[in-house]
């Protein structure tokens, strides 16, 4: 799969502005290839999927109802839904984008009438322009609190039918599993850290890909931001990619990789969930200021099993992590890190966003990743 990432600032109400800032990043991004070779998307780059940040066209941080009501947009229709299948159509590719949605829904039934209900949404589009999917944020923000209602987690679910792959020349059928931002987080930070709601969903739906439109925050000073410059934020990335422990922890349930292997049903083979970060960068101003963490990223989980290792029965690693462990880059870990597991886990990185950077964030997954990672103790890293 080809798929980019869309990672620029956005301002608050500006859709315009915003609108001409997306189109000139994406035209003038350079994509260079494992083999050297430097692409605009424009040309040719042949992307199977597009996926901006959350509200990416209108700005996220309003601070009432009231402020950014005059953006709301019904599903398909507006500025986004335009902007999505018109970018869809020239590149041949699916895009999703975040945008704040106006719905007419019936209400509780007492009166038989309707009411207006707003959500934070993600609307994805196939190569043709035609709307696939509608996804509705499930667990909100304090910020999506002032003005959006929440949707259903299980509805961020959807086959999606891809392009013929190198492998078969068949198309392919990838079981995908959206979210928006803090759809990885506990539930309104009240849930327990360790209950993975998202994670596991991701798992029990049997998901070879996972996206995610985002407006992270970050903590670090505008000043720390800069000396970052183009380097990504760490800390946000550990953070996104300790939230899918159980990716790491249990056994993959999926027989095909979302590249169309499937050798992943073959006990001896990697199995692997693709997982794209698109976050935004920038700040914006509203009741209170909001900075944002860019590093937008494109990576996969994978597991393969360990020869002479044995799964336990309900099929978890042996020697779970805990929920102190943090990315690292580099080789096998000393065998101290943690006990022998039936899994070598790493974690395939193909392009990493700097904090600050607007561009196009790319990866071929049937290339070799830029990186590797792997898990280890916090202590150890």
């Known amino acids: 799969m080809r798929i980019a ?53 209108t700005g996220y941080n309003f601070p009432s109802l009231r402020a950014i009501r005059p953006y709301l947009e019904v599903a398909g229709q507006g500025p986004s839904a335009t902007w999505a299948k018109e970018t869809a159509r020239r590149l041949g590719c699916k895009v999703c984008v975040g945008y704040p949605e106006l719905a007419i829904e ?61 492998k078969t020349n068949n198309p392919v059928s990838i079981a995908t599993s959206f979210g928006i931002c803090m759809d990885i987080n506990p539930y309104k930070f009240e849930a327990p850290f360790s209950a993975w709601e998202f994670a596991n969903r991701v798992l029990d739906s049997k998901s070879q890909l996972v996206v995610l439109s985002m407006a992270w925050l970050t903590l670090l000073s505008r000043d720390e931001l800069d000396l970052l410059a183009h380097k990504p934020e760490l800390d946000t990335f550990n953070y996104w990619v300790q939230r899918f422990l159980p990716l790491v ?21 990697a199995k692997q969930i693709i997982i794209v970060f698109a976050n935004r960068a920038g700040e914006e101003e509203g009741s209170t200021l909001a900075r944002y963490a860019g590093t937008s990223a494109i990576i996969a989980v994978t597991q393969r099993p360990r020869r002479g290792v044995h799964e336990r029965g309900e099929g978890r690693i ?6 102190n462990d943090k990315v690292a880059q580099g080789e096998d870990p000393p065998s101290s890190v943690h006990p022998p597991n039936p899994f070598d886990v790493r974690i395939l990185c193909w392009d990493m966003m700097g904090a600050t950077t607007e561009g196009v964030c790319y990866a071929d997954t049937t290339a070799d990743p830029t990186m590797v990672f792997q898990l280890v103790k916090a202590s150890e890293s």
């Open 106 to 166: 019936d209400d509780d039934g007492s009166s038989g009438g309707e009411t207006e209900k707003c959500y934070n949404s993600l609307l994805v589009v196939d190569e043709l322009g035609n709307v696939i999917l509608n996804y509705r944020k499930a667990f909100l923000y304090y910020t999506d609190e002032t003005w959006a209602s929440e949707g259903i987690p299980e509805h961020g679910f959807q086959e999606l039918i891809f392009r013929k792959n190198k």
């Open 318 to 323: 042996q020697g779970d992590l805990s929920t």
């Open 5 to 57: 990432t869309l990672q620029f600032a956005p301002k608050v109400g500006d859709v315009e502005g915003n609108l001409a800032r997306a189109n000139e990043v994406l035209r003038n991004a350079e994509i260079r290839s494992p083999a050297g070779v430097v692409s605009k998307v424009d040309e040719g780059l042949g992307l199977d999927l597009l996926v901006l940040p959350e509200l990416a066209l």
């Open 249 to 269: 922890r249990t056994k993959m349930k999926h027989d095909v990789n979302g590249d169309g292997d499937e050798g992943a049903s073959d006990s001896e083979s």
